[in-house]
């Protein structure tokens, strides 16, 4: 397989954890270094593990997952984007929800990374070494993430708590696309 095959579906792979990292960069709490640093590693790191999973899987277990991996990523988004829109909408705000820590951060993690479990399963298939691919994948995730926070800062700067409905809205529509595309 080559570096722009690879690269290409690194590219793919990379757009929901872009997107999230977008809407979580509208947020106050988001801007820095280190949250920035925090979004991009695990998106990054998540999508280098699942091909290594979905790779080592084998058929068995992949067509189980597959089958429902779409339902899982579209409730764990939605779950995150209701609480984006609930704490930005709601008139005594309390603490933001950090997608940056904890499990929101997990959450988030895996659901933008389920469908990278389904192209380590495929290179198996394929014959093709996990390694590399994975490794790729995860530095353009992480690449597009850092990026995704910085474009969602000035956007939050500049469009305030409104932009933290749009983000929660934004998680929710990437989960609805992710199902209407499996079924």
Do not use: N
Request: hydrophobic residues 55%; aromatic residues 8%; contains cysteine.
């Amino acid at each position: 397989m080559e570096i722009l095959e690879i690269a290409l579906i690194a590219l793919g792979l990379a757009m929901d954890a872009f997107a999230v990292c977008i809407a979580a960069g509208t947020l106050e709490i988001i801007r820095g270094v280190r949250p920035t640093f925090r979004l991009a590693f695990h998106f990054g790191l998540f999508q280098f593990l699942m091909p290594v999973i979905g790779w080592f899987a084998g058929i068995k277990i992949a067509s189980h997952v597959q089958a429902v991996d779409h339902w899982i990523a579209f409730g764990l988004l939605v779950f995150v984007g209701v609480r984006m829109i609930r704490a930005a909408l709601d008139p005594e705000p309390g603490p933001q929800v950090d997608p940056s820590r904890g499990m929101t951060l997990v959450t988030l993690s895996v659901a933008t990374s389920i469908d990278a479990m389904a192209i380590g399963f495929s290179l198996a298939m394929l014959g093709v070494s996990i390694w590399y691919p994975s490794a790729v994948i995860g530095v353009i995730t992480g690449a597009l993430c850092t990026l995704g926070v910085q474009l969602g800062g000035r956007l939050g700067a500049r469009f305030g708590q409104r932009m933290s409905v749009v983000g929660g809205a934004i998680l929710i529509l990437i989960g609805l696309r992710i199902v209407t595309t499996q079924l």
